[in-house]
């Protein structure tokens, strides 16, 4: 190896020494920096989804709080014309025994909810959309239905609207 590199000129060793540290810094760009860069970038934008997560869920506890505090009575029938209907669709989902179906609730737009129901009773998701349909005026924009192995069982996802919005 010392034999070639004397062989070189001073030239071609400049050229090589040159090379050696581009390739160089190129591999510790590659190995270090740009993954360190894609990480915070990673980072950042779980970090931005978090808080925006945590500011609906202060806006939806809040709601929920003014719900609570002007129904009184947990028995007591929410009006269709006021209150959340996130937390309208939670309650009466809940008094309709599908409580444990319930997998996640969330907004959608200004005006909508969507639901996730896991391992419900069919029968008794239908019951419960007749009834907020019939006393509540909420209806069912759009549904998907998927059939489980176990009979009478179903996953959901449904988005639900006030009649007239």
């Known amino acids: 190896m010392n034999q070639w590199w004397a062989g070189l000129s001073s030239r071609e060793q400049r050229i090589m020494i040159i090379g050696v540290i581009a390739a160089g810094l190129t591999l510790v760009y590659l190995l270090a920096v740009e993954p360190f860069v894609k990480h915070m970038q990673e980072l950042d934008t779980s970090i931005r ?11 939806s506890e809040q709601q929920i709080n003014t719900l609570r505090a002007d ?22 989902a809940k008094r309709s025994k599908l409580g444990k179906a319930i997998k996640r609730v969330e907004p959608e737009g ?9 391992q419900a009773s069919f029968d008794s998701v239908l019951l419960w959309l007749e009834k907020i349909k019939r006393e509540y005026g909420i209806e069912v ?3 998907n239905i998927e059939q489980l192995d176990s009979p009478g069982l179903v996953n959901a996802r449904i988005s639900l609207a006030r009649g007239g919005t």
């Open 49 to 59: 989804e978090q808080t925006e997560l945590l500011q609906w869920m202060q806006h």
């Open 71 to 92: 129904t009184g009575s947990p028995g007591r029938r929410v009006s269709s014309e006021g209150g959340s209907l996130l937390a309208l669709v939670d309650q009466t």
């Open 110 to 118: 200004s005006q909508g909810v969507r639901l996730w129901l896991e």
């Open 141 to 143: 924009s759009r549904i």
